[in-house]
């Protein structure tokens, strides 16, 4: 019974280093300096167990937002660290926003969807787009599978494939630019007076809140900022072209 415990709930540490995508040469580095606790040795064998792969994303977490090692051993060692905190709020904020599930297609069947005979270059833009994510071999994740959708309705009102997922593409990096804004000035404007404060711990639930909450105000002031963008384009560009018929049909008329 106690070996089935080990294998059903313990790792050794090459199974540990497939299940963080570590290698085995730097967890010994992290046990060295501290940053991991030691594994329980049995027969001479070292297991780790759920507290070690937490460990271990938490210091892949920290050292994406730029903390160096030396910097992670003092968050982890310091009493009442905001590091977790941190880390789980993170978590909580990357959760999904749509409430749509994730959906695997092959690579015939998104031809056989849109009917295209460059099949590489389709994909290659529907993945640059973010429409797709390749999950190896010919198939293919759709994040948010509306966003096919939509593609296949502008398709469908006269718009060749290849522009239409060029323009989602350019919309994506747009938006990327929108969030940007939104996230500094949540930055600005409720995190570093936060931290400058000493993260108090009466008030992690009002900052975690204002995050979560900044994703749908940020989504809300989008849609209305977009309609009214989009009403001015369309009455320029169809004033033009207005402006550009009624030029024919006068000279034509003069003649």
Known sequence: MAQETVKTDWLTIDELGR?????????????????LPPPDVRERVGYYGPEHVARLKLIQELQSEGFNLRGIKRLLESTGSPAQKLIGFGE??????AN??????????????????????????????GMLVHLGGDRFEAPV??????????????????PALAAVAKVGERCQSVARLFVQLYLDEVWKPFANEGYPDDRWTEVMASIENLRPVAAKA???????????????????????LTKTKGSRSSS
């Open 145 to 162: 599978p509306s966003l096919l959708e939509i593609a296949e309705e502008v398709v469908s009102n006269g718009v060749s494939l290849e």
């Open 222 to 244: 989008m849609q209305p900022i977009f309609e009214l963008a989009m009403t001015r384009e369309v009455d320029a560009a169809f004033g033009k072209e207005l402006g550009r």
């Open 100 to 129: 749509e599930e994730p959906q695997v297609f092959t690579a015939q069947e998104l031809i056989d969807r849109f009917g295209t005979e460059d099949t590489e270059r389709t994909i290659a833009l529907a993945t640059k787009a």
């Open 92 to 97: 909580a904020v990357r959760a999904p926003f």
């Open 19 to 35: 299940e963080t995508g570590m290698t085995v040469r730097t967890i010994r580095s992290h046990q060295a300096r501290e940053l």
